[in-house]
């Protein structure tokens, strides 16, 4: 079993910038498959961003060139560097990782941006 935290959700106005952390409770060196996906009230959870073990990374067009993902294998962490946020980037962001044939999910954290 794999637990993973979210952290850094809170409250920020609209243009302003926030980071959140995924805390994994086991090595993600060896892991392909990780990100961060997000769900709006009274919709479904979509994906914002991933990364995998090359570092390669992929974003959903609303988020481009606005949000970065990060992994730190030290410390067993994903990053996700929001800026210039905007009111329809609130949501509850949840982290996740595949492990083998399994998918972990945190309980996520929640980002509302104040217009």
């Known amino acids: 079993q794999v637990q993973l935290v979210e952290s850094g959700g809170k409250l920020v106005q609209a243009g302003g910038s926030l980071t959140l952390s995924c805390a994994a409770s086991?090595?993600?060196a060896d892991v392909n498959g990780?990100?961060?996906y997000r769900q709006a009230p009274g919709?479904?959870?979509d994906l914002v961003s991933n990364i995998n073990r090359a570092g390669y990374t992929n974003y959903a067009d609303s988020v481009k060139g606005r949000f970065t993902i990060s992994r730190d294998n030290?410390?067993?962490t994903i990053y996700l560097q929001m800026?210039?946020?905007e009111?329809?980037?609130t949501a509850v962001y949840y982290?996740?990782?595949m492990v083998g044939?399994?998918?972990y999910w945190g309980k996520g954290t929640l980002v509302t941006v104040s217009s």
Request: hydrophobic share 30%; proline share 0%.
């Open 26 to 28: 086991r090595s993600i």
């Open 34 to 36: 990780m990100g961060w």
């Open 43 to 45: 919709n479904q959870r």
């Open 74 to 76: 030290t410390q067993n």
């Open 87 to 89: 009111a329809e980037d």
């Open 95 to 97: 982290c996740y990782i």
């Open 83 to 85: 800026n210039n946020l």
């Open 101 to 103: 044939l399994r998918t």
